[in-house]
């Protein structure tokens, strides 16, 4: 199993960017996804979940109506589209696998998203 | 939202001691509660899951119990590669939310 986030980088206040979560190595589709972010030396929060279909997605109030999660079965591939940017939205971003009922059996290395000015 | 406690926030040990870490969650979560393991610029790796079951290819001196509000974390004879942080999750209901962590220092 291999996932392999990128998109990160510096980005203002207000603006936008776009996070993708290449998968390998597993049947993709049969498996919901989740996006973790982890503030630079502080503890982890949970950010969005996708199920394997894409079909239902649900959000951490942190997030909710700046963030979309969506996923493209025939590339392999989850995407974050992160709008309305935030300072307390700087972490590192992990894409992992959610094993049903079972926690999060993978993860990618994460990718850094800095909002600053 | 579900509220996840973990005390102590810092343990200092020694090679060769059982460690208890506490996980404590503001309502009852049933047993669907997970362990993660993270060292320095890693991410983190998942050693129990539904409370109590062992993550394949985890070492069985990692252990879990508890179920409802209060579990625990227990790691037999202490080995060096066993020095990191820890992390307990819920995942009862939405959002799922993880403790501050544990960190298991010298």
């Known amino acids: 199993v291999e996932l392999l986030e990128s998109g990160g980088g510096l980005v203002q206040p207000g603006g936008s960017l776009r996070l993708s979560c290449a998968a390998s190595?597993?049947?993709?589709?049969?498996?919901?996804m989740n996006w973790v972010r982890q503030t630079p030396g502080k503890g982890l929060e949970w950010v969005s979940f996708?199920?394997?279909?894409?079909?239902?997605?649900y959000y951490a109030d942190s997030v909710k109506g700046r963030f979309t999660f969506s996923r493209d079965n025939s590339k392999n591939t989850l995407y974050l589209q992160m709008n309305s940017l935030k300072g307390e939205d700087t972490a590192v971003y992990y894409c992992a696998r959610w094993r049903d009922g079972s926690g999060f059996d993978y993860w990618g290395q994460g990718t850094l998203v800095t909002v600053s000015s | 939202d579900i509220q996840m406690t973990q005390s102590p926030s810092t343990l200092s040990a020694s090679l060769g001691d059982r460690v208890t870490i506490t996980c404590r969650a503001s309502?009852?979560?049933?047993?669907?509660l997970a362990w993660y393991q993270q060292k320095p610029g890693k991410a983190p790796k998942l050693l129990i899951y539904?409370?109590?079951s062992l993550q394949e290819g985890v070492p069985s001196r990692f252990s879990g119990s508890g179920s409802g509000t209060e579990f625990t974390l227990t790691i037999t004879s202490l080995q060096p590669d066993d020095f990191a942080t820890y992390y307990c999750?819920?995942?009862?209901?939405?959002?799922?939310?993880f403790g501050q962590g544990t960190k298991v220092e010298i």
């Open positions: 999750q819920h995942y009862n209901s939405y959002p799922w939310t």
């Open positions: 190595e597993f049947t993709f589709s049969s498996y919901a």
């Open positions: 996708i199920s394997g279909s894409g079909y239902s997605a």
């Open positions: 309502q009852n979560i049933n047993s669907w």
């Open positions: 539904k409370a109590s």
